[in-house]
T-cell receptor, first 118, second 110 residues
Framework: EPEVTQTPSHQVTQMGQEVILRCVPI?????FYWYRQILGQKVEFLVSFYNNEISEKSEIFDDQFSVERPDGSNFTLKIRSTKLEDSAMYFCASSEPSGGATGANVLTFGAGSRLTVL | GEDVEQSLFLSVREGDSSVINCTYTDSSSTYLYWYKQEPGAGLQLLTY?????DMKQDQRLTVLLNKKDKHLSLRIADTQTGDSAIYFC??????????FGKGTRLSVIA
C-alpha cells in the first residue's frame, strides 16, 4: 500500500538552528500538508500546499516556517531559527486531487518526525 | 474556532466492546474521521462518516453520529490487544483543514 515517508524520524537541535524536515508524499497525490503535535496536545494544522504554492496556513505558520517542493517527489518543512516551543512531532500528509473518489479528502499521514529543541 | 474534544484515556478488557467518544463544535462539518496511531507510527485512517449519515459499520467498527448534539462515537467490538493505540477524532468543513482532538489512549487488558 502506498505510504508517506518522513525523514528524519528524530532530530535534536540547538535553539536558533535551522531544521529541515523531509517528506515524500504518495506519488499521485496533489495536496500536501504539515501538522504538528506538541506532547500531550492536539494535532494542529500548520500548512497546506497545492500546485506549488501554499493554499492555507494557520497562525502557527509564521515567518520562521517555510515549505518547498524542490523536486517532483519531496516536500519539505523548514524552520529557520528553532525555538524551544517548536519541539513537537511533525506529521506530513498528502491527499488525492479533488477529495478523491468519495469526496472525503482522506489524508494519508507519515509516521512523523520528532523534533527536540534544546 | 472549531474545537474537537475527546476523553484522554480508556481501558477495557480483551473481548469487551470499546466506545470512544468525541464532541465537536463546527455545525457545518461535512466529514468526520477516526484515525488510529500505534506507537512509532503515523496517523492511520480507520473510518470516516459523511455528516448526513448517522451510522456506519465496517467489520468490528461502528461509527455513530448525532449531528444535533455534535457527538461522534467509535465502537470497537471484541476489542483485542492489537487495538491498543491512540484514537483521534477529526472533523472537516468544506475544504478547511482537518481539526483534530487530543486523542484517546485505549489500553486493552488481557
Amino acid at each position: 500500500e502506498p505510504e508517506v515517508t518522513q525523514t528524519p524520524s528524530h532530530q535534536v537541535t540547538q535553539m536558533g538552528q535551522e531544521v529541515i524536515l523531509r517528506c515524500v508524499p504518495i506519488s499521485n497525490h496533489l495536496y500536501f500538508y504539515w501538522y504538528r503535535q506538541i506532547l500531550g496536545q492536539k494535532v494542529e494544522f500548520l500548512v497546506s500546499f497545492y500546485n506549488n504554492e501554499i493554499s492555507e496556513k494557520s497562525e502557527i505558520f509564521d515567518d520562521q516556517f517555510s515549505v518547498e517542493r524542490p523536486d517532483g517527489s519531496n516536500f519539505t518543512l523548514k524552520i529557520r531559527s528553532t525555538k524551544l516551543e517548536d519541539s513537537a512531532m511533525y506529521f506530513c500528509a498528502s491527499s488525492e486531487p479533488s477529495g478523491g473518489a468519495t469526496g472525503a479528502n482522506v489524508l494519508t499521514f507519515g509516521a512523523g518526525s520528532r523534533l527536540t529543541v534544546l | 474556532g472549531e474545537d474537537v474534544e475527546q476523553s484522554l484515556f480508556l481501558s477495557v478488557r480483551e473481548g469487551d466492546s470499546s466506545v470512544i467518544n468525541c464532541t465537536y463544535t463546527d455545525s457545518s462539518s461535512t466529514y468526520l474521521y477516526w484515525y488510529k496511531q500505534e506507537p512509532g507510527a503515523g496517523l492511520q485512517l480507520l473510518t470516516y462518516i459523511f455528516s448526513n449519515m448517522d451510522m456506519k459499520q465496517d467489520q468490528r467498527l461502528t461509527v455513530l453520529l448525532n449531528k444535533k448534539d455534535k457527538h461522534l462515537s467509535l465502537r470497537i467490538a471484541d476489542t483485542q490487544t492489537g487495538d491498543s493505540a491512540i484514537y483521534f477524532c477529526a472533523d472537516r468543513s468544506g475544504n478547511t483543514p482537518l481539526v483534530f482532538g487530543k486523542g484517546t489512549r485505549l489500553s486493552v487488558i488481557a
